[in-house]
Nanobody
Framework: QVQLVESGGGLVQAGGSLRLSCAASGRTLSRYAMGWFRQAPGKDREFVATISRSGGSTYYADSVKGRFTISRDNAENTVYLQMSSLKPEDTAVYYC????????????????WGQGTQVTVSS
């Protein structure tokens, strides 16, 4: 079992930045590909970014490419999402997820999910 706890969400003005963290407990995080998803009110959950077990490969949704950066510190059992140039349409609850491989994450098939952290971007 892996427990994932997100933090770092909040209210920010458009154009601002936030860094989300996802702390894992239980099994070693290095066993899993990791990802971030988000769900805005009234919308389906969508893939945001994923990173391979070693951190050597990353993939992003087109909507965040060039603005968001996913990274991981396996020694600290933590995954990060650095978000810059935030837009009001980035407003959502952001979820951390752990899965076997990045392709599973991209397809939304994760083994473990966090509870989410709210990000609100004001215009």
């Amino acid at each position: 079992q892996v427990q994932l706890v997100e933090s770092g969400g909040g209210l920010v003005q458009a154009g601002g930045s936030l860094r989300l963290s996802c702390a894992a407990s239980g099994r070693t995080l290095s066993r899993y590909a990791m990802g971030w998803f988000r769900q805005a009110p009234g919308k389906d959950r969508e893939f945001v970014a994923t990173i391979s077990r070693s951190g050597g490969s990353t993939y992003y949704a087109d909507s965040v490419k060039g603005r968001f950066t996913i990274s991981r510190d396996n020694a600290e059992n933590t995954v990060y999402l650095q978000m810059s140039s935030l837009k009001p349409e980035d407003t959502a609850v952001y979820y951390c997820a752990a899965g076997q491989v990045v392709i599973n994450i991209i397809r939304g098939s994760a083994d473990y999910w966090g509870q989410g952290t709210q990000v609100t971007v004001s215009s």
